[in-house]
């Protein structure tokens, strides 16, 4: 009814005003503050920690060092709990650290009446230290490792994982062959969401009630019960209406060194309130990666054998783990599929904040490398790089292995062919054919592959609970977070087709609390649209049920003549409308012909599917050589995301990962020194684009059917950011004829090549 319409967002919070962030209006006024002392070396042991002089500060409540928290070691990572110890995430962390690992680790706290308190009193602890070498390099650190950075990794190595297909090795004895070869790099960069990881807490009624700008409040509340050594069901997550994450919030973040805190002072709600400074060091980052790619290749372009190597930047926690490199690896067998492959992934730990998830989920970086690889290899052989991509790209029928997804259509042929179509690409390849001059243009496309949640590495689960209100309206809870994305919307649309009601009539609550909302496991692996649709289905059909049999007692016909359309109770045979919504509920609540009923179902669904999600990114660009400057003029991105159920949230989606993609080729990278110590931790010297940066979007949907999924939907949150900075690359490609094999392409990357290869003048 309403699904692929164009609608305005539904905004059922509209009491929330347009302004989408976490403030302190928010905290109990009389809230205490916390404010954290960080470590001011990369790698050590903190010895004695002197607070005398900081407690003589007035305001100050009490000064919690890393020698007061409990010994249990916790994981942070967002993802589900697993009763299989294998299937566990990483317990690294402790509340503050004895044993510093980067340049801003979590030592201490204070906590005062006020912030200026606060910041007295952290100028005033003395912190004795025991320094160790420190490695910043994943390469570097785990070569001689003298002091391991977590005892239980000897060698600095967190995980190593193979994913190998036929005989690598007797494959590329082949006669004939041309090998080609490449290794690519892309940087730290940070989520940068307008909205810093607030939290505060308090203790009520015997339980410890968190309130934080979270993806994953279910997962918070278990992991801060972990950490505390307490029962789950003794911590309260409440997750309110937020601004953006991005990933970084699909992370435990002081979330349980808070809860913590208000113990300390007798349940008095307690506020962190980290800095943007604060949240660019101590929270989570894009891994940097080394991914080294060797491709033997037929003439024609056929694909014998390919080996990939990836050395993942973990930093100093595991965070996610392992699974941001292994999911790069993985995409390697998929994207184009070959008969002998040798892959290998590191995770790696070094003296650096730690990294996690962000958008994307390391296939921003695998994209990277191997789609400029690709067009290394079409330029080895001579051939278009579009034609390479379509004689090889995952065909019609492929069916994984392992998670055992199908693409069930031609879906990269349809992507990359209305790309080409919209961007004019075989005419512009041509005119911008032997270019000479300081300005060149040039077009480069690459394309990507994405799943839609964790299943079958993870549990994906969603509950929905509906209820029929008095005024006959639908009121629907799900544990799925609206993050500024617009779920909210997509929920309302499919819950109100599902019963036949006004989208009007639907009212969803946006804020989640573990005391009352259903449980399940957030906003994170583009998963909540395709997973909240079994739940919401699910449910609609048991509540709709018993409207209709409520619905039967009222007008005394069967329930099988009858059906809901327009929030209006008909029949079937002729369409009458018999009675409202509203006139339904009223006398189904307040009746004293019968017994009373009020309408609700809750259903769980444990989701067993998953579906591959497929696209293509198209850019032209201006280089101008001299200034070794690159300018986006256009970019175009091609998506198959199945059905769309809105495709105003689905453009704007699209255009806000395209833009960050943008940066992540061009001008964002998260810069240290010798010491491990960032250099650009703020907005201004931290490179994002503005709006004066932003080239030209287009966006196309490819709308093949998700036959897996009750609205036809796949993942779309995440895969706009995966390919565009490949294209960009390949563009500069072609305008340029060199291979930039590293991002961003700041001028500090671009110059060096520029006058490498005869560019520039290597008087300059």
């Known amino acids: 009814m309403y699904v692929g319409k164009k609608i305005k967002r539904v905004d059922a919070f509209d009491k929330v005003t347009g302004r989408a962030k976490f403030t302190e209006d928010l905290v109990p006024k009389d809230a205490y503050t916390a404010k954290i002392y960080h470590s001011t070396i990369a790698h050590g042991k903190v010895l004695h920690i002197d ?63 006020d912030e200026v308190a606060c910041k007295q009193a952290l100028k005033k602890i003395v912190v004795e230290y025991e320094e160790y070498p420190a490695n910043f390099d994943a390469l570097d650190s785990i070569k001689d490792v003298k002091v391991p950075i977590h005892e239980e990794s000897p060698d600095n190595i967190l995980k190593h994982t193979t994913n190998n297909r036929g005989n690598f090795e007797e494959a590329i004895k082949e006669e004939g062959l041309i090998k080609v070869v490449g290794d690519y790099e892309t940087p730290i960069i940070s989520h940068a969401h307008l909205e810093n990881p607030d939290v505060y807490a308090y203790e009520k009624s015997g339980k410890i009630v968190v309130v934080a700008s979270t993806q994953i409040p279910h997962i918070i509340r278990r992991v801060v019960g972990q950490a505390l050594g307490l029962g789950w069901g003794k911590i309260r997550v409440i997750k309110p209406y937020i601004g953006g994450g991005f990933g970084n919030k699909q992370d435990a973040l002081y979330e349980p060194l808070c809860a913590f805190l208000t113990t300390q002072v007798g349940g ?45 930047n973990g930093g100093a926690y595991a965070s996610h783990g392992h699974s941001i490199a292994a999911k790069g690896l993985n995409c390697f067998h998929q994207l184009y599929p070959c008969e002998n492959i040798k892959g290998d992934a590191y995770s790696i730990y070094t003296n650096l904040p730690a990294g996690g998830a962000m958008r994307g989920y390391g296939i921003p970086q695998a994209m990277f490398a191997y789609e400029a690889h690709h067009d290394d290899v079409a330029k080895a052989l001579g051939m278009d790089p579009l034609e390479l991509k379509l004689r090889n790209v995952m065909p019609k029928g492929y069916v994984d292995p392992f998670s055992h997804n199908e693409n069930y259509y031609d879906s990269f042929r349809d992507c990359l062919e209305k790309g080409a179509e919209a961007i004019d690409y075989y005419a512009k390849k041509e005119k911008y054919k032997n270019q000479t001059g300081n300005i060149r243009y040039g077009i480069g496309c690459a394309v990507y592959w994405y799943n839609t949640g964790v299943f079958p590495i993870s549990l994906e689960s969603s509950s929905c609970r509906m209820i029929v209100n008095e005024d006959g309206s639908v009121q629907i809870q799900l544990p799925e977070t609206e993050i500024g994305q617009g779920a909210d919307t997509a929920f309302t649309q499919m819950a109100a087709d599902s019963l036949g009601m006004r989208i009007e009539d639907i009212h969803i609550i946006s804020t989640q609390d573990t005391d009352v909302s259903p449980f399940g496991l957030g906003a994170y692996a583009s998963r909540q649209t395709y997973m909240a649709s079994f739940s919401i289905t699910k449910t609609a059909k048991e509540l709709k049920e018993k409207i209709l049999d409520q619905a039967y007692l009222q007008t005394r016909i069967t329930p099988n003549n009858l059906d809901i359309v327009d929030s209006t109770i008909v029949r079937k045979t002729d369409g009458r409308k018999l009675l409202t919504m509203e006139e339904l509920a009223t006398e189904s609540l307040y009746t004293l012909k019968t017994e009373n009923q009020h309408i609700t179902a809750e259903t769980t669904h444990t989701v067993r599917t998953n579906a591959f999600s497929f696209g293509a990114s198209f850019a032209e660009v201006k280089v101008d050589i001299d200034l070794a400057k690159v300018e986006v003029v256009k970019l175009i991105n091609v998506h198959d995301a199945g059905n769309i159920i809105n495709p105003q949230l689905a453009e704007a989606q699209a255009h806000g990962g395209m833009s960050m993609a943008v940066g992540f080729a061009l001008t964002e990278e998260m810069k240290y020194n010798d010491k491990g110590r960032i250099l650009n931790n703020n907005l201004l010297d931290y490179k994002l684009g503005t709006i004066a940066d932003t080239p030209e979007f287009e966006v196309y949907f490819i709308e093949n059917p998700e036959p897996t999924s009750p609205y036809h939907t796949k993942s779309l949150g995440e895969p706009p950011t995966c390919s565009p900075a490949p294209a960009i690359r390949n563009a500069v490609l072609t305008a340029t004829g060199i291979s930039v094999n590293k991002i961003p392409m700041t001028p500090h990357v671009l110059f060096p090549l520029f006058k490498e290869n005869g560019l520039i003048d290597n008087d300059l």
């Not at 009763?83 to 005062?112: F, S």
């Not at 891994?287 to 790619?293: D, P, Q, R």
């Not at 024609?300 to 990836?310: F, K, M, Q």
């Open 51 to 113: 607070t005398t002089e900081a407690m003589k500060v007035p305001g100050v409540v009490k000064i919690v060092t890393c020698f007061d928290v409990p010994k249990i070691q916790f994981p942070t990572a967002g993802h589900p709990w697993s009763t299989e110890k294998d299937h566990q995430d990483v317990a690294d962390r402790l509340l503050l650290n004895e044993h510093v690992r980067y340049y801003g680790d979590d030592v201490a706290v204070v906590i005062a009446r």
């Open 268 to 312: 008095h709600p307690v506020k962190l309130l980290p800095s943007r400074e604060e949240t660019f060091v101590s929270t989570r980052t894009r891994h940097a990666m080394k991914i080294h790619i060797e491709s033997y290749v037929r003439k024609n372009g056929d694909y014998v054998a390919r080996r990939v190597e990836t050395y993942s």
